[in-house]
């Protein structure tokens, strides 16, 4: 079977999509127009529309329905938010357990609110395994990880260590030694959600045009070349994404993330490996990896990318063939069993990190302009969260979700989220960082001895990590 680098596996999942929905060709008015079709824009229309079914709503997107990251990701669904610590941790501990709650129940909501409305998309509740399943110096790496879950507050029910027999037991990694496991965690086929949940809020009353680039966005106003919508509020949806709003794009950048599937796999294979609830899996490497079992038996695996020069985000699928043959490596090296599998797909996209990694839904109700993002790769639980509480905070409810600390409803983006540096700066950082990092996995993966540049990495990147906040 031919490798085909540039090839998103969940969009080949779906039969033939029918003709691109119209463009918007006229000036019109809506109560909300939102900006982009991915899982932020159209989870926010949703609860819009299904609370206030009287509300006009229009989606413009300037490619097709999921063409961003939520049409393509690593397709988990994860109960946390990267960067809650940045919200959680002058609170007393009674309300960073309420924030961790929700975030956690933010899960079986979306498995719930699929079940209702009959979107097929392969939702699987199978947890996460955080693993410390290739050197041993991830035991404590995770054992620090879990610690830290705890301090954040998520349950001591949710999150727990398992040993290397427990772990064994759900998969079987080389070197499992043990791990975390995280019940609040699913997966989806992405794609499948996507374009469910946008025939969904069609049917809801909702108009989505497509092939709908939106040149300029301003208050209570978002102008295509053809044509222009004024709406009370506008919503910014883009994510990783924002490159034609110089507003945005300045406070969230685009990452890539790049990932794999092999071929189904054998039932042998299957046997040797285990993973029958399916859960999702990554190791303790700072290159960021994630990992699940498919509905179809093949396995997924991702791993954070580059950052390219400018912010620019990626619009096509392909990677290169060294991308893809880092990722099959790492996999093989988890589960040996791998080596000599076929890798059938590999593709990539942008997710979108904000300068002190937070995840933010904000209105501002002057401008009448809001937005969600900066997810930093944990996105496609986050989306469904932000959508429901930019809609709460659109409708002026006085909800839990409304009073979170990363629910903003008289603020402006420019003041709360801080800018990135501007270039040639951002593009060195991340260099530096990316080869810091890769530095660092390799002395951890020879496990031998490195008494003094080891320490200094290991310093050099806790460092790194915490200039980005
Ligand atoms: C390869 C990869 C793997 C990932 N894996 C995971 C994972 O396993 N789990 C997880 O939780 N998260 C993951 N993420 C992150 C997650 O997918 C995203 O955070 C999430 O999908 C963002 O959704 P969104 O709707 O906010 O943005 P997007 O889905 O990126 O949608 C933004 C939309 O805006 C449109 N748009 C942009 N500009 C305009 C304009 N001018 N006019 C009109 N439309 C416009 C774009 O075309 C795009 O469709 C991953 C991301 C990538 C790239």
């Given at each position: 079977?031919?490798l085909d680098t540039?090839?998103n ?5 779906i039969p033939?999509?029918?003709?691109p929905r119209p463009r ?5 008015q809506a109560?909300?127009a939102?900006?982009?079709a991915g899982f932020t824009?159209?989870?926010t229309a ?17 490619g097709?329905?999921g063409?961003?990251a939520s049409?393509r990701?690593?397709?988990?669904v994860?109960?946390n938010l990267?960067?809650l610590e ?6 007393p501990?009674?309300r960073r357990?309420e924030?961790c ?7 079986d909501e ?5 079940e209702?409305?009959g ?13 410390a399943?290739?050197?041993p110096?991830q035991?404590a790496?995770?054992?620090?990880y ?5 301090e954040?507050?998520?349950a001591?029910t949710n999150c727990?260590?398992l040993?290397?027999d427990q772990l064994?037991?759900?998969a079987r ?7 975390i496991?995280h ?12 374009d469910g949940l946008a025939e969904r809020?069609?049917?809801l009353?909702v108009?989505i045009?497509e092939?709908?680039?939106?040149t300029?966005?301003g208050?209570?106003?978002?102008a295509?070349?053809?044509?222009t919508?004024?709406a009370?509020?506008?919503?910014c949806a883009?994510e990783?994404?924002?490159e ?10 685009p ?7 092999t071929?189904?796999l054998?039932?042998?294979?299957w ?5 029958a609830?399916?859960p999702?899996?990554?190791d303790a490497?700072?290159?960021i990896?994630?990992?699940?079992r ?11 990318g ?11 699928m392909?990677?290169?063939?060294e991308d893809i043959h880092l990722?099959r ?7 040996p069993v791998?080596e000599g599998v076929?890798?059938?797909h590999g593709w990539g996209?942008?997710l979108g990190?904000s300068r ?5 839904g904000?209105l501002d109700r ?10 930093a790769?944990e996105?496609?639980a986050a989306?469904?969260l ?5 809609a ?7 909800s ?6 990363w629910?903003?409803?008289n603020a402006n983006h420019?003041?709360l989220i ?6 040639p700066l951002?593009?060195l ?5 990316t080869?810091s990092?890769?530095g ?10 490195a008494?003094l540049?080891k320490?200094?990495?290991t310093r050099?990147n806790?460092?790194?990590a915490s200039?980005?906040e």
């Amino acid at each position: 079977m031919q490798l085909d680098t540039n090839s998103n596996l969940w969009t080949s999942t779906i039969p033939e999509r029918p003709e691109p929905r119209p463009r918007l060709e006229a000036n019109i008015q809506a109560d909300v127009a939102i900006v982009g079709a991915g899982f932020t824009g159209l989870w926010t229309a949703y609860y819009l529309k299904t609370q206030a079914p009287h509300l006009s709503i229009v989606v413009l997107e300037a490619g097709r329905v999921g063409h961003g990251a939520s049409g393509r990701n690593g397709g988990w669904v994860v109960g946390n938010l990267a960067g809650l610590e940045r919200y959680v941790n002058e609170l007393p501990m009674v309300r960073r357990r309420e924030c961790c709650q929700v975030v956690a129940d933010n899960v079986d909501e979306i498995g719930k609110v699929l079940e209702r409305e009959g979107i097929a998309a392969d939702f699987n509740k199978g947890g996460a395994l955080y693993a410390a399943a290739r050197y041993p110096d991830q035991i404590a790496i995770q054992k620090d990880y879990l610690a830290h879950l705890h301090e954040l507050g998520h349950a001591e029910t949710n999150c727990s260590w398992l040993d290397a027999d427990q772990l064994a037991e759900k998969a079987r990694f080389r070197n499992g030694y043990g791990g975390i496991y995280h019940r609040q965690v699913a997966t989806v086929n992405p794609a499948k959600l996507v374009d469910g949940l946008a025939e969904r809020v069609e049917r809801l009353g909702v108009t989505i045009h497509e092939n709908s680039r939106v040149t300029r966005l301003g208050q209570h106003e978002a102008a295509t070349d053809q044509g222009t919508i004024e709406a009370t509020t506008i919503v910014c949806a883009t994510e990783g994404y924002a490159e034609d709003f110089h507003d945005f794009r300045k406070h969230v950048i685009p990452v890539q993330s790049l990932v794999i599937a092999t071929e189904p796999l054998t039932d042998d294979l299957w046997q040797e490996i285990g993973m029958a609830e399916r859960p999702a899996f990554a190791d303790a490497s700072r290159l960021i990896n994630y990992g699940h079992r498919s509905a179809d038996g093949r396995l997924i695996f991702g791993a954070r990318g580059s950052y390219a020069f400018g912010g620019k985000s990626k619009h096509g699928m392909a990677m290169s063939q060294e991308d893809i043959h880092l990722r099959r490596d790492l996999l093989v090296d988890l589960f040996p069993v791998l080596e000599g599998v076929a890798i059938s797909h590999g593709w990539g996209g942008s997710l979108g990190l904000s300068r002190n990694f937070r995840p933010h839904g904000i209105l501002d109700r002057e401008s009448g302009i809001a937005t969600a993002g900066g997810y930093a790769g944990e996105g496609v639980a986050a989306a469904h969260l932000f959508g429901r509480t930019l809609a709460d905070l659109i409708l002026e409810r006085d909800s839990q979700l409304a009073s979170m600390p990363w629910a903003f409803a008289n603020a402006n983006h420019r003041h709360l989220i801080k800018r990135w540096e501007p270039e040639p700066l951002r593009w060195l950082a991340a260099q530096a960082i990316t080869y810091s990092y890769a530095g660092e996995e390799v002395l951890m993966k020879r496990n031998k001895p490195a008494p003094l540049i080891k320490p200094v990495l290991t310093r050099m990147n806790d460092f790194f990590a915490s200039i980005i906040e």
